[in-house]
Nanobody
Framework: QVRLVESGGGLVQPGGSLRLSCAAS????????MGWYRQAPGTQRELVAT???????NYADSVKGRFTISRGNAKNTVSLQMNSLKPEDTVVYYC??????????????WGQGTQVTVSS
């Protein structure tokens, strides 16, 4: 009932920048929080950054000062500007959205994931 479509991953050199974007669609009444998580093979998915509908943000310590999360003018979109990328940022990034459907049920939706590779 909720679909998240991500874009913007790819290959970049160390110190470079990438911008990830995500758009949510479906029977959405309200989105409370959108965010980005990442997961390496064999590890648990970890938080990168989240942003609430009110604009409050939360970042993993490993990305503070380098990544910036923002919501679009359309409240169902979120972006992650990633600067000063490091090889250890190489991993699959997942968009997440939590909110309420038109029918009143809560939802917690995930995108399909986008690969970010930082390598020279």
């Amino acid at each position: 009932q909720v679909r998240l479509v991500e874009s913007g991953g790819g290959l970049v050199q160390p110190g470079g920048s990438l911008r990830l974007s995500c758009a949510a669609s479906g029977s959405i009444f309200d989105i409370y929080t959108m965010g980005w998580y990442r997961q390496a093979p064999g590890t648990q998915r970890e938080l990168v950054a989240t942003i609430t509908s009110g604009g409050s943000t939360n970042y993993a310590d490993s990305v503070k000062g380098r990544f910036t999360i923002s919501r679009g003018n359309a409240k169902n979109t979120v972006s992650l500007q990633m600067n000063s990328l490091k090889p250890e940022d190489t991993v699959v990034y997942y968009c997440n959205a939590r909110g309420r459907l038109l029918g009143g049920l809560q939802f917690n939706a995930w995108g399909q994931g986008t690969q970010v590779t930082v390598s020279s």
